[in-house]
């Protein structure tokens, strides 16, 4: 048989390995733990800021966040103001006082650290942020007897206390008294005590001169600042007996003192005689001692001391006063607290489960207030310090945390509790359920359980456990998941099966139950119960095992009586009875349970109960404390009570006592026991335990002997011999009860005696806790007589004397040294040897023997001293070879030593040499050298000596120390740009080396030194500041200065300056200057200014600090109010506005005023300027309601005004009646009439008409009060015949006003007509109703007439005559003012009156003309509307809109007659329009003004006056670019190296003005500039390359390219060039093609119109007029019409879309309809096809301008489907041509026309080569002339007609414009070189690119760059860069030279206007405004619509645009006319698309 394979232990090692780092790792796991906790309190200032750290540590690696301590909610970040770090620190940053928020900067925090093991909580951190506020501290005066001691206080302000406090006390002679804290005088005059007062001791009457203030300390910002005021004594000279008077509280508290420091506590007190002072000092028991003093606590005069305070001094202190009249007394409480601290034991314990743990917590501190529990940072229930969990589970597993809390601080310990073994206790998963049956049926309970170890189920039936029997099974298994499975099967279920089953799962871990009743219906049984037997004193519980069911009671008896009889009984209904604390005397006996349902049947069963009594013993006791030696002890254990039979056992030490000769137990009676010890033995001391123990329990007691022993020898100690420099060891030990005291001392001499303690600082003498004495590493000095001493205090003790011998070979005292000698001179060398005589001595060098007979220099002698040898070598006249190494060797029988000096002969050094310039700048010079021989004295230092090169060395040399041992120097402060020579010297002891030869070096420039010199900054008005400065000193420009840099910022923010770059002047001294604008208004900016050359910036100066000028306030006076005083005086009040809007200091305040119904007219105004907020506004109008306004002014301007606020002045008594008629009616009856008073100062409440007979007074006269609204009067029953008087008076709520004119009249038999009516001026609103009064009398009835303007009265719809003779007027016009005359007339008389209506309504349409424009603003003069308005008017509204933005508006008042519109775009079409408004309302618009600013996008400059290069710089001349009249805004500069491929952004916000700079760049480097400037017209962009120059200055050489052309094939003739080649067949081609197109053109001339094909037609003109009927037609879908006309679409150019808009030309044309089309006939999106497009002229003909028409009566029309129509202003491409293909070609396209062309210029067309073929139209687009024979937009050559139309355009890359030039001005254009005369050259390449600032970048990058004048590549503009966002569209109004020509067709309707369908005004434009903002379609339109303008573009002069002027535009019905007599060719020739050639009739 083979033996087994065996595992080779080297393959199982790394399966150990892997198993062990599991365990390590698993084992190393811990939960969190805080390391480094934060302070309690963290105080800080704001300018400080603070950090608060938190390192905690545990595996996994805790993560640390930081909670709320209120509510435990995680905080993050504040920005600027806290930031939570990783690391776990939470961060305070400095920050602004107005910054401080209350919710971070005074927060209660904590650290929480988590991982997986639980989480902790650090203990409270209140933090506090201090804001410096100011405050003020006082020295208070202290009044004071004579004599008595006193004690000034500093008040400190509460706020600030807790960081305030008094630093020291300062006279006013000048003494300073400072706190004391080390060694006060006690027994001074002046004593500062600990609290800050200052005691002053025994006054007297010269201390009353003298004031104190008091200095404080703000501990957190060290500031310090002296009382405001001086505290003095009161001294009062004492008029008799005084008894003790307090000037404070009898009871004070002192609370939160720290243990330490020191403590006063005061006891103020005056009397006379002096009064004496007694502190006291209550105990725990509440009585009183006296204070003890002494060093620690002292008393001066009445205040207690406490120096060093201790917790235990915390108490109530009691001061007594007393003098011979009376005493006081004052309490304190002093609690004196001590840091808090908490310990938890056990730091970590492992328990499994089921086992109690505990945790206790200790700690330590005063006070405390509370003990709190927290698990994983949750709170337990549980405030005591030891914290026991009975059962560990699961779920206690955790961090534990016990934290202590006081007042002001808490403190806190970790501990953890881990789960021990793999142990899980049982947990069941699966339960069974309450059920109920009938008797006979089966029952199945199933229990499930798992746990580990795998439970087991058992089963119980009310408490008794079941097992098998018929008719139960219990059952269970174990599943393959762990699970255990128990069944409990019944069959045939009896009643009496019923009750409480329980399954019970255990396992060695625990265990778990479940319980649920089984009901089985039948009547009530019990089961038998067995006998219970219970300890007395414990709760008993017993079941009653009741069955049957339904069961309606259950219930206990005792004795026949029903339970409960007593307190402790408590009967449950489930059959549970409960008795606490069970009695054998009330408890013990027989228990009855009755069970009964509803039928009344019964069941009873029977319980005995047994109560027993546990053992109870008493105290033992030995009787005595200890026992010696021999000694007898007795002891006895007795029992109290409890049942019996007891046993009793004696334990010692826990371990069951066994009978010997000296240890007897004796019991007596069943209830003692005796224990007996004799004799005591030292082995008897121990503990004694008595247990006796029943049924019931076990009692034990105890006691504890003491045996005391003196002591004996164990080890005792001899004497030692030990070799020196050894480890000696003594040992001394003893044995004894108790343990003995063991100590060593040494004599002080040679002999035993005078013994000494051993000096315990010598860390190699101890004595160890077992009495042994070592001496380690042992010297002679410790040889000697040692004593061992042992004692216990019984007995005399024990004592040994032993000598220690140390045994020493030689030995020297240093071992090794170095010795020099200067080289020439003589040395020696000694050496001495200690050690056990004799000693021999030998010398050697280098190891090598001294022979003196062979070296006569040395001489060797010896000599003793003192027990030692010394040995001494002489050497004569050293030199460099007696450098060595010597050793004197010493040798005795014990051994032998040496020691060994070095011999060093010095000298100096060498010269040093390999002087090197490593390194050089405009300031140092970094050298190098190589090391010279030092002459064996180190070189101290190398001297670097430089030199201007034309100073000398001896009187100019500088000089610069260098360590001796570097090899390397930087020599530093030297100039820029400077000659000088340097060389070294090498230095050591001995002297100086020579120079090294010297090195000549030239330094570099280098950045300005100095900053620039005397800077000013100075405002310039409210947006601007001037700042000037003049150069830096001339040797700190360090080269040439090229320009500064301003920077400036608010100098109230901390952000980086804003710079800009001024240009610098070479005139010498010349002062510099640059005006920042766009600045805030009044706010103070904070400037720099710095050089820079071309190496770098300099040096900034120092902040200058300057306000703008002040601006005027930007918002009204706030919270204005008015008040009504009296009937003509209003109060008005008003807080100023907000300070950061008002710009300035407010000078005063201005008060508009007037009666609100004029508010509108200015001039009805008056003003009141008044300095305060309030005034008073006096001589009002009585009962008028007023409007008012307030302004805040500065010295820069008025403020904005409040909103309006009124108020009414209150009433007054009214004015008399204005008129008054007396009118007779009968023979005894006056009629009186009357009219209201002209102002009736109030509401009219009653009018009083008098009247008396004539002759009489007026105390006589009658009166009669009438309603307010009763105007008349008929006073009856008068005397006939006779004269009467009348007056009228008006009465208003203050009363009756003044009386009317008097009226007399006389009665009379005849009654004339009359009208008591007046002349009056109604005022009527538009529409409303009128009626015009004409009250008659008059006997007979008179006759009444009406007059209306002078022509009789005729009745109608509108107006008839009311019964009493008013007219009454319904819905009165504007017609129907005038003068109405009401005619009465009878036969005694007539009379008439006249009215005059006048009729408001809305004003009629100003007419508003242009004044002026500039570039930033348009004038506008208003003039109101010639036809009168009724109603004044109050004001006009403005309206202006920008093209493609919002239309905006602004009110101005009615006198206003020009305007100025501020701060409008530059460059940029507008449209403006006004409407006047009164108090009716707004009337209606006046005709639109269509305009622009003036200005254009920014023209590139050329690079020469552009780009300036130095070596690391490139400095831009800003100003070189034009602004095209628009100001600057900004620009963005972008470089980039040559081959890189991205952009490097310098900045993007460049301010227009000065220089800018781009430093830093690396010399003579190629780079691509990409500048963008911009303005409010749009912007440009140039691209410029250039390189920066070398480091010397020179400029690099330009870049060529290579000209070999790489792409050949190899067998291409090398003679064969390209460049001629190429032009000579380009020309053939086009002869060719030449040829062949005047071919075909004869030919089809020939065959006549009739015959032509398509591609002929696409040349002709086309006029859209649906009017026209269409004689012919051709469908353009055919399949082929692409490819028969050679057509090839046009690049998908997107264009810039319109701003809001989502539509397009086309779609904008298809999908529009509105009231602007009007009649004209438009695409139908539901019509298939286009309308028919007439064809004009017919071929053949050539119709020159003004020539005569053609034929009406052509045949041939176009007619385009709905799939491929042609959309408006599209432009299109033929035969292949392209303007990117050749730009000559451009006029190769066709556009079609616009909806309506009655807007457009003259459509006259150049007749160039260019141009024949296809004429442009004129609202087409045009291209450049790249290169030509005629000039752009002029007529050049006879035919050559001018380019017009208001369209886009290519422009001339180099031209110029003439008067007929295109005026547009968005076209496509290259850089511009000279714009004015010069042509471009025919080599220059076309590169359009968009000029627009609407471009977008795609839109831009399809069409290249341009070139600007220095012919470098000019880049498309970018998006991020683009000022603009909207493409432009400019409107003309009317007609000009340039408009439609006659006989133009009427024109169809122009796309829908993007803001509605507006009616057109007089010139045919539309008065929309372009609202842009209500489009909602596509926003993309392409390249056919982008540029195209719907009228041409008025730039504010006349272009003349064609050679013979001809009439304006003609009207739509002049143009019918035209037609309708067959004359419309003429202008169908401008209108449509016509071919006009003058070399070419096709």
Same mark, same amino acid.
């Given at each position: ?1177 006096? !001589? &009002?109008?009585?009962?008028?309601? /007023?409007?008012?306004? $307030?302004? %805040?002014? #500065?010295?820069? @301007? *008025? +403020?904005?005004? =409040? ?73 009856? !029953? &008068?005397?006939?015949?006779?004269? /009467?008087?009348?007056? $009228?008076? %008006?009465? #208003?709520?203050? @009363? *009756? +006003?003044?009386? =009317? ?742």
């Amino acid at each position: 048989m083979g033996t087994p394979p065996m595992v080779s232990p080297i393959r199982m090692l790394p399966l150990l390995l892997v198993a062990l780092a599991i365990r390590s790792a698993v084992c190393n796991e811990s939960g969190p733990v805080i390391v480094e906790e934060p302070d309690n309190r963290v105080d800080f200032s704001n300018s400080t800021g603070a950090n608060i750290h938190c390192s905690v540590r545990g595996h996994p690696k805790p993560s640390v966040v930081w909670v709320r301590a209120e509510d435990g909610t995680a905080i993050g970040d504040v920005p600027g103001l806290r930031r939570v770090l990783a690391n776990g620190t939470l961060m305070f940053p400095p920050f602004r006082a107005k910054d401080y928020r209350q919710e971070v900067h005074a927060q209660v925090y904590r650290c929480q650290a988590s991982n997986p093991h639980g989480s902790v909580h650090s203990r409270d951190v209140h933090v506090r942020a201090v804001v410096p506020q100011t405050y003020q501290v006082e020295a208070d005066n202290e009044h004071v007897i004579r004599g008595n001691s006193a004690i000034i206080k500093c008040e400190i302000p509460s706020f600030v206390a807790d960081f305030v406090g008094v630093q020291a006390w300062v006279d006013s002679e000048g003494q300073t008294y400072y706190p004391n804290s080390h060694n006060p005088n006690y027994d001074g005059k002046y004593l500062v005590l600990p609290s800050g007062e200052l005691h002053i001791r025994s006054v007297s009457s010269e201390d009353g001169f003298k004031s104190y203030k008091c200095r404080t300390v703000h501990r957190l910002t060290q500031e310090t600042r002296l009382s405001a005021t001086a505290g003095r004594l009161v001294i009062s000279a004492p008029g008799g007996h005084v008894q003790p008077k307090l000037s404070g509280d009898r009871l004070q508290e002192l609370s939160g003192e720290s243990a330490g420091s020191s403590i006063a506590m005061l006891c103020p007190a005056q009397a006379f005689p002096r009064p004496e002072f007694r502190w006291f000092k209550f105990n725990e028991n509440g009585r009183k001692a006296s204070v003890e003093l002494g060093e620690r606590i002292k008393q001066v005069g009445g205040t207690l001391i406490i120096r060093e305070a201790k917790v235990e001094d915390s108490g109530k202190y009691l001061c007594v006063v007393n003098n011979s009249v009376g005493g006081e007394s004052v309490e304190t409480v002093l609690t004196v607290t001590a840091p808090l601290s908490a310990q938890v034991e056990p730091k970590v314990q492992t328990v499994e489960f089921g086992r109690p743990a505990t945790f206790t917590c200790t700690y330590r501190g005063n006070p405390v207030k509370s003990v709190s529990w927290l698990k994983d940072g949750t709170p337990i229930e549980h405030k005591e310090a030891v914290l026991h969990i009975n059962s560990v589970g699961r779920e206690d597993k955790g961090m534990y945390q016990c934290f202590v809390r006081n007042d002001q601080e808490s403190a806190q310990a970790t501990a953890e509790l881990k789960l021990g073994g793999r142990f899980e206790p049982p947990q069941l998963t699966y339960t069974f359920e309450t059920s109920t049956l009938q008797p006979g049926s089966s029952v199945y309970l199933n229990c499930v359980a798992a746990g580990n170890p795998t439970p087991e189920i058992t089963w119980e039936l009310d408490g008794t456990r079941l097992s098998n029997s018929e008719r139960m099974q219990v059952g269970q298994y174990v599943t393959v998941n762990g699970e255990v499975v128990s069944h409990l099967n019944i069959s045939g279920v009896l009643t009496n099966d019923g009750g409480q089953y329980a399954c019970v799962a255990s396992s060695t871990v625990g265990s778990v139950k479940h319980a649920a009743r089984l009901n089985v219906y039948g009547l009530p049984n019990i089961r038998p119960m067995d006998k219970v037997a219970v300890v007395a004193g414990e709760n008993m519980i017993v079941h009653c095992p009741v069955a049957g069911y339904p069961i309606d009671s259950i219930v206990w008896e005792k004795n026949g009586r029903m339970l409960p009889i007593n307190r402790r009984q408590h009967p449950h209904d489930n059959g549970t009875l409960l008795i606490e604390a069970v009695e054998r005397s009330s408890d013990q006996g027989r228990y009855t349970c009755v069970a009964r349902n509803s039928q009344g049947y019964t069941a009873r069963g029977d319980l005995d109960v047994q109560v027993m009594e546990p053992p109870e013993l008493l105290p033992i006791e030995f009787g005595v404390e200890a026992f010696y030696e021999g000694d007898v002890a007795q002891a006895s254990c007795r029992m109290r009570k409890g049942d019996r039979p007891v046993t009793f056992r004696w334990l010692f030490n826990g371990v069951g006592v066994v009978n010997t000769e000296s240890t007897m137990v004796n019991n007596l009676g069943g209830t003692t026991s005796i224990l007996i010890l004799d004799p005591v033995r030292a082995h008897h001391q121990g503990i004694y335990s008595c247990s006796a123990s029943n049924d019931a329990g076990v009692a034990q007691v105890e006691a504890t002997v003491i045996v005391n022993v003196p002591p004996r020898w164990i080890v005792e100690p001899t004497d030692k011999a030990f070799d020196l420099g050894s480890d000696a060891r003594l040992e001394c030990k003893a044995d004894s009860f108790p343990r003995p005291s063991l100590g060593w001392k040494k004599a002080a001499g040679t002999t035993p005696g005078d013994y000494r303690d051993l000096v315990v600082s010598n860390p190699n003498v101890k004595v160890t806790d077992d009495g042994t004495l070592q001496i380690i590493n042992i010297q002679k000095s410790h040889e000697g007589y040692y004593l061992c001493e042992a004692n216990n205090g019984i007995g005399a003790g024990l004592s040994t004397v032993i000598y220690v011998r140390v045994q020493a070979p030689p030995q020297f005292k240093i071992q090794y040294r170095n010795q020099t000698a200067s080289r020439g001179e003589d040395a020696v060398l000694e050496c001495e040897a200690e050690g056990e005589t004799p000693i021999g001595i030998l010398w050697s060098k280098s190891k090598h023997s001294i022979d003196q007979a062979k070296e006569p220099r040395y001489t060797i002698r010896e000599e003793m001293r003192g027990g030692s040898v010394h040995s001494s070598l002489h050497i004569k006249t050293t030199d460099r070879s007696d450098s060595a190494v010597y050793t004197c060797v010493a040798t005795n029988a014990f051994g032998s030593a040496d020691t060994n000096i070095n011999l060093i002969i010095q000298e100096r050094p060498e010269q040093p040499s390999s002087l090197k310039v490593l390194d050089k700048s405009g300031r140092s010079v970094e050298l190098s050298w190589t090391r010279p021989y030092d002459g064996n004295s180190p070189i101290t230092r190398y001297i670097v000596e430089y030199k201007l090169s034309r100073r000398n060395w001896e009187t100019d040399g500088e000089r610069m120390m260098v360590p001796g041992e570097q090899s390397m120097a930087a020599v530093l402060d030297l100039r820029p740009a400077t000659t000088y020579h340097l060389r070294i010297v090498a230095r050591n002891e001995i002297g100086d080396s020579e120079p090294s030869d010297t090195v000549t070096i030239i330094t570099a420039e280098e950045a300005p030194s100095g900053p620039p010199r005397d800077l000013k900054v100075t405002a310039v008005d409210q947006t601007s500041l001037r700042v000037t400065w003049k150069p830096p000193l001339r040797e700190e420009w360090n080269g040439d200065i090229q320009g500064y840099q301003v920077g400036y910022r608010l100098a109230s923010s901390n952000n980086s300056y804003v710079f800009e770059t001024v240009e610098f002047s070479k005139e010498m001294g010349k002062e510099h200057h640059l005006v920042i604008s766009k600045l805030n208004v009044y706010t103070e900016y904070a400037v720099v200014v710095s050089a820079f050359n071309k190496i770098g910036q300099g040096p900034k100066t120092e902040e200058f600090l300057a306000y703008t000028a002040e601006g005027t306030p930007q918002q009204p006076p706030q919270d204005v109010t008015c008040t009504t005083l009296t009937s003509q005086t209003i109060r008005v009040s008003w807080s100023s506005p907000p300070l950061e809007t008002v710009q300035g200091v407010i000078k005063g305040y201005k008060v508009f005023y007037g009666p609100s119904d004029v508010w509108y007219d200015e001039e009805s105004k008056d003003i009141k300027i008044t300095p305060s907020t309030e005034t008073h506004l006096h !001589g &009002l109008q009585k009962y008028t309601n /007023y409007s008012l306004q $307030v302004l %805040a002014h #500065t010295s820069g @301007g *008025e +403020g904005v005004r =409040s909103q309006p606020i009124h108020c009414q002045t209150d009433q007054d008594i009214p004015e008399a009646p204005t008129s008054v008629k007396a009118l007779v009616m009968s023979a005894d009856s006056i009629l009186v009439s009357w009219l209201p008073p002209e102002r009736p100062n109030g509401i009219i409440t009653q009018y009083t008409v008098y009247y008396k007979e004539h002759g009489k007074s007026d105390s006589e006269a009658t009166l009669q009060k009438l309603l307010p609204s009763q105007l008349s009067y008929e006073a009856s !029953g &008068l005397k006939r015949r006779d004269a /009467y008087v009348f007056w $009228v008076t %008006a009465s #208003t709520t203050v @009363g *009756e +006003g003044e009386m =009317s004119d008097l009226v007399h009249l006389k009665l009379s038999n005849k009654v004339p007509a009359k009208i008591a009516s007046f002349d009056e001026e109604y005022l009527a609103t538009y529409k409303e109703d009128v009626k015009l009064l004409c009250q008659v009398v008059g006997l007979p009835t008179p006759d009444i007439r009406w007059t209306v303007h002078g022509e009789p009265f005729t009745p109608n719809d509108r107006m008839r005559l009311l019964p009493e003779g008013s007219l009454l007027i319904r819905q009165v016009s504007r017609d129907d003012a005038g003068e109405y005359t009401c005619h009465v007339e009878n036969p005694y008389g007539q009379d008439t009156i006249t009215h005059k209506l006048l009729i408001q309504a809305p004003p009629h349409p100003p007419e508003i003309t242009l004044q002026s424009t500039t570039t930033n603003s348009i004038e506008v003069k208003l003039k109101p509307s010639v036809i009168d308005d009724t109603t004044p008017i109050h004001g006009y509204t403005i309206y202006y809109k920008p093209e493609f933005s919002n239309e905006e508006s602004v009110q101005v008042p009615a006198s206003t007659r020009t305007y100025t519109l501020e701060s409008l775009w530059c460059g940029s079409q507008y449209q403006i329009y006004a409407s006047a408004y009164n108090k009716i309302g707004t009337g209606e618009s006046s005709e639109v003004l269509n305009t622009r600013t003036k200005g254009k996008k920014p023209e590139v400059p050329e690079v020469h006056r552009f780009v300036e290069v130095s070596s690391s710089s490139i400095t831009l001349h800003l100003n070189a670019w034009q602004d095209g009249g628009c100001p600057m805004n900004y620009f963005v500069v972008e470089y980039k190296p040559r081959h890189q491929t991205e952009w490097i952004m310098a900045s993007n916000q460049v301010k227009p003005t000065g220089n800018y700079a781009i430093m830093e760049l690396t010399p003579a480097t190629w780079y691509n500039l990409r500048i963008s400037a911009h303005n409010n017209a749009g912007s440009s962009v140039a691209e410029y390359e250039c390189a920066t120059l070398t480091v010397t200055g020179a400029t690099l050489p330009p870049s060529v390219p290579d000209s070999h052309v790489s792409w050949l094939p190899d067998w291409w003739p090398k003679w064969l060039d390209l460049n001629v080649l190429v032009p000579v067949i380009a020309t053939i081609v086009v002869i060719i093609v030449g040829i062949v197109v005047v071919c075909v053109a004869v030919t089809r001339r020939k065959n006549g119109i009739e015959n032509l094909r398509l591609r002929e037609e696409v040349y002709q003109q086309y006029q859209y007029n649906a009017s026209m009927p269409p004689p012919s037609t051709m469908d353009k879908r055919h399949p082929g019409f692409r490819e028969e006309l050679g057509y090839i679409p046009p690049p998908n150019r997107k264009l810039p879309p319109v701003p809001n808009s989502q539509y397009n030309t086309c779609d904008r044309i298809k999908r529009g309809g509105g009231s602007g089309r009007r009649e004209h006939a438009t695409w139908d999106p539901r019509r298939p096809m286009y309308e028919e497009l007439s064809l004009h002229p017919p071929p053949g003909r050539r119709i020159p301008p003004g020539g005569p028409l053609p034929p009406h009566n052509s045949q041939d029309t176009l007619r385009s489907g709905g799939d491929d129509e042609i959309c408006p202003y599209a432009t299109f491409h033929l035969l292949g041509f392209r303007e990117e293909m050749d730009p000559q070609q451009a006029g190769n396209n066709f556009q079609t026309f616009p909806y309506q062309n009655g807007h457009g210029s003259q459509q006259n067309f150049v007749n160039s080569p260019a141009s024949r073929s296809m004429p442009r139209h004129g609202s087409g687009n045009y291209y450049s002339c790249v290169s030509g024979d005629y000039n752009c937009g002029h007529a050049p050559n006879e035919g050559h007609q001018p380019r017009h139309g208001s369209g886009n355009y290519y422009s001339c890359v180099a031209g110029e414009y003439g008067s007929g030039g295109p005026p547009s001005s968005t076209y496509y254009s290259t850089v511009p070189g000279d714009m004015t005369t010069s042509r471009m050259s025919n080599n220059s390449a076309f590169s359009p690119t968009y000029d627009d600032p609407a471009r977008s970048d795609e839109e831009s990058d399809q069409y290249g760059g341009s070139t600007y004048s220095g012919g470098g590549p000019y880049a498309r503009a970018i998006d991020s860069v683009s000022q603009s966002g909207t493409a432009k569209r400019l409107m003309n109004r009317g007609s000009t030279s340039g408009s439609a020509g006659q006989g133009s067709p009427e024109p169809p309707p122009p796309p829908p206007p993007r803001n509605g369908d507006l009616p057109l005004d007089s010139s045919g434009l539309g008065s929309s405004l372009n609202d842009s903002n209500n489009s909602t379609a596509s926003n993309q339109f392409s390249e056919a619509e982008c540029d195209h303008d719907l009228v041409q573009r008025n730039y504010g002069e006349k272009h003349n645009v064609q050679a013979n002027p001809v009439k304006a535009t003609k009207s739509t019905e002049e143009m019918r006319k035209l037609l309708d007599k067959n004359e419309a060719a003429a202008h169908i020739q401008n209108g449509g698309l016509r071919m006009v050639s003058n070399e070419m009739n096709v």
